[in-house]
């Protein structure tokens, strides 16, 4: 688990987080305005100005508890200070000059810019599929090829130690790359992608070194026979491109290209983003409109039908430019490649016929799909909880973790064949027997020369080209049941401990192959009574594991479709999903959503809990609460940037500037460091004639690539400069979004996540008190918080239970 840590940490804003440092909140004032006071002064010699630099205590009842949610999350491999997104747009005086200074020319660019980045994503994202396939395919063909020949001479001892040898390299070659060069990329990502389009950002988890070590660490993991696929980490690929095309490029590395840099907001990016992640599925598996239906149900927040054509149009470019790189290919100038990989169309028979007789062994697979994809999930929550306690030792461990796993998987793939008997080769087959340098369904490994090895043929092949051998149609005699119970076993806990390693490593290909094991394996169990193949069960139970591990319905069914070629199993894909998904509801929760909570992210659901009902925001809100004035003093606005985290405060015009104190707006932390930067101070405390518009350019205001941030440490200021004055007022948003304190708490959080807010102010009912109370940001509708806040709540009978009972809410 995440660590739990009361720093903001450049989190999601004023109200939500503590103080960087503990001593000085406790000293804080809980609500401090730089203004007049809220109280009259009784020391009016002291003259104006003293009184406007005086700190009041204003009472706010029970908004003194600084709110101590997790503001980390575990990021890939390593523990990283996150904050929220900002979808919100900031109508200040330079947003406004701006989008006034905008013609139909510039709405034409920014309209094209959008697909032609989604164009490009498309093509890169492809390109990065194709690169994977074709490293993977070649990679671990070459091991396979001389481990085979070395077998073929009776070599046996020779044969593991290179098996063996071959497989440590890759993999501490994957783990070194991640551990030293980009721990973000390690995993999946689909977590840490999930999490940034629900709006919560972290360091680096897009970066250029991220991206590079994501694809070159994804080849050498799965091609050193660790049970991870590539599927995850394509989706965290595409959505590195996604994200580096969307802000021109990197910097840092002095790629950058000015025109590119045209998305200034997080919204913008999140669209790309979201395409990305569908242009990942769609290059891993060449299924285009399952990519698509991915983004949609499992990773995206927020979804509208622009963006679904744009999302189309990215997943369509993949297909287009994979389809031409794969022809290419065939010439035979890509080494092994073709022989597998993406190429997993036609893998059951041409005509598929079923009646009501196949029902019941379809309702039976989809029932204990449903129950072992819930015990994947649940075996896989305790090893990474164990793996995440060896993991916080030091980057040494994770490499010794990662170098255990791959001796024992390899260990595993390489003993458990010699328990399998050997059988004669098919007569009637069209491929050769047995498969000698090659990939096949008969692997000779012990074997006689008329003889093959069906547990071999499972394991000495890539993770593709044995999903293709089970799925194959017309094979119901080729393995033995035992080899594929051994093989089922092996490859489900395989799978489970293999995952969390700090290496780019995906779920979604290694349940498929579980999946398609455990189908074969209940087609030899209960096939007598139906007149499936047993290479349509194989299908069909990795529909079910799918659905039952990540309750996935139509995207996992469209995807299946889209790899096997054949509409005319579309009834039975869904029927076996829904039962799956059902049966597994009634245990824990998706894969996706145990991983996003068990690596800390500030995840928001589409729903209230029922126990938000209960509450207004007045019950949550914390503090302490630091505000500014329109006009305010250079050196308090430095020491608040160094004494908090916070990433907004309410900007509070008082008298004389207003008749009484008044809220005017938000301004964000960036934008005063911005202010700060640029030095156009005032010498007193009156408003500012400046014209923002000769000094200040929407695009020094513009939001920065993922995860970075400036720091106020970075900006030297002199004494006569800490003494002089900024005009805030062109700088705040004006129109920020505000709730009443006698809001209920479930009508909050639905107006803060359908919007995409990272701050929403909460005012009083009484127009005696402050003009504003608090601040609720994403940490404060977590339940770890209100249920801190609010033990009674436990007993509560309207308390959903997360875990272990259905995934259901009242709305």
């Known amino acids: 688990m995440a660590p739990r840590d009361p720093k903001d940490g450049g989190g999601a804003g004023g109200g939500g987080g503590g103080a960087a ?85 510039h709405i034409v660019r920014y309209v094209a810019l959008k697909w032609a980045l989604c164009f490009l994503v498309g093509a890169f994202a492809a390109a990065a599929g194709f690169v994977a396939n074709l490293g993977v395919e070649n990679v671990a063909g070459a091991k396979f090829v001389v481990t085979s020949n070395l077998m073929l001479e009776g070599k046996h001892g020779s044969a593991f130690a290179v098996f063996l040898a071959s497989n440590f390299a890759l993999t501490m070659l994957a783990a070194v790359l991640t551990v030293y060069v980009a721990p973000a990329a390690a995993g999946s990502g689909i977590p840490e992608v999930k999490a940034y389009l629900n709006g ?35 989706v965290h690929t595409g959505a590195c491109i996604a994200s580096i095309l969307g802000q021109g490029g990197s910097r840092k590395y002095h790629m950058t290209c000015k025109w590119l840099r045209y998305f200034k907001n997080d919204r913008d990016r999140r669209d790309l983003v979201t395409c990305g992640s569908a242009a990942g599925i769609a290059a891993a598996f060449r299924a285009p409109v399952g990519g698509v239906l991915f983004a949609l149900e ?143 369904n008969f692997k000779k490994f012990q074997c006689g020369m008329t003889e093959y090895n069906d547990l071999a043929s499972l394991f000495f092949n890539t993770n593709d080209d044995t999903i293709r051998n089970l799925y194959s149609a017309g094979t119901d005699d080729e393995f033995h049941m035992s080899s594929i119970l051994v093989f089922f076993a092996a490859s489900y806990f395989l799978g489970i401990f293999s995952y969390g390693l700090a290496l ?66 579309l009834p039975l894909v869904m029927l076996v999903l829904l039962i799956s998904k059902v049966v597994a509801d009634a245990f824990n929760a998706n894969v996706y959503d145990l991983l996003v909570r068990l690596k800390g992210f500030p995840h928001l659901e589409g729903y209230a809990e029922p126990y938000m009902r209960q509450l207004s925001v007045s019950d949550v809100v914390t503090g302490p609460l630091q505000t500014f004035s ?54 007193s405390c009156t408003a500012s004639t400046l014209n923002t518009s000769k000094h200040f350019t929407h695009d020094e205001f513009a939001k920065r690539g ?48 359908e919007v995409g807010l990272r701050h929403l102010l909460v005012l009083p009912k009484s127009s005696k008190r402050a003009p504003v109370v608090g601040i609720l940001t994403r940490h404060d509708f977590m339940p770890e918080h209100i249920l801190g806040l609010h033990p009674f709540l436990f007993k509560s009978r309207w308390k959903k239970v997360r875990l272990g009972k259905l995934n259901t809410s009242i709305l």
């Open 21 to 105: 440092d503990p001593e000085a909140d406790i000293e804080a004032p809980l609500l401090v305005s730089s203004g007049s006071s809220f109280f009259l002064d009784p020391a009016g010699e002291d003259g104006d100005e003293e009184r406007r630099r005086r700190r009041r205590r204003f009472l706010l009842g029970s908004y003194t508890q600084s709110n101590t949610t997790s503001q980390v999350a575990l990021v890939g491999a390593d523990v990283c200070p996150i904050q929220s997104l900002d979808y919100e747009l900031i109508e200040n005086d330079v947003f406004k000059q701006d989008w006034r200074a905008r013609g139909r020319g």
């Open 200 to 234: 919560v950002d972290a360091p680096n988890i897009f970066s250029l070194k991220t991206l590079i070590v994501k694809i070159v660490g994804c080849i050498a993991a799965v091609s050193s026979s660790l049970h991870v696929g590539k599927a995850g980490p394509l």
């Open 298 to 440: 499992t990773v995206s927040s927020w979804w509208r039908s622009a963006l679904l054509w744009r999302a189309f149009f990215t997943t369509a470019m993949v297909a287009v430019v994979l389809r031409a790189l794969i022809d290419f290919c065939k010439s035979g100038k890509c080494g092994l490649f073709g022989k597998g990989g993406l190429i997993m169309f036609d893998v059951t028979a041409d005509y598929v016929t079923y009646h009501l007789v196949d029902l019941p062994p379809v309702i039976t697979l989809g029932v204990f799909g449903g129950i072992l994809g819930s015990l994947y999930n649940f075996f896989l929550d305790k090893v990474l909880r164990l793996y995440n306690l060896i993991n916080e030792k030091g980057k040494t461990y994770k490499l010794l973790l990662a170098a255990t796993v791959t001796v024992c998987t390899s260990c595993c793939l390489f003993g458990l064949p010699w328990i399998a008997s050997c059988k004669p080769c098919p007569t009637d087959s069209e491929e050769a027997c047995p498969s000698i340098g090659r990939s096949g």
């Open 504 to 569: 780019p490593s995906g779920l979604f290909v290694p349940v498929i192959l579980t999946g398609a094991a455990y189908g074969r394996l209940v087609g030899m169990l209960i096939g007598s009574q139906s007149t499936l193949d047993h290479g349509l069960f194989a299908v069909l139970g990795s529909a079910a594991l799918l659905g039952g591990s990540m309750r996935m319905t139509v995207s996992v069914c469209v995807v299946i479709l889209e790899l096997t070629n054949n509409l005319l199993m």
């Open 630 to 683: 329109g006009i305010e003093k250079v050196g308090h606005i430095v020491h608040v940037l160094k004494t908090t985290g916070h990433n907004g405060f309410p900007v509070v015009d008082e008298p004389p500037f207003s008749d009484s104190p008044t809220l005017y707006g938000l301004i964000l932390r960036d934008h005063l460091l911005v202010l700060l930067r640029k030095k156009d101070f005032i010498r």
């Open 706 to 753: 993922s995860g970075k941030q400036d720091r106020i440490e970075d900006i030297e200021l002199s004494a006569e400069e800490l003494e002089m004055f900024v005009d805030l007022h062109p700088f705040t948003n004006t129109s920020p979004y505000t709730v009443l304190e006698t809001m209920s708490l479930a009508k909050a959080l639905i107006l803060f996540r």
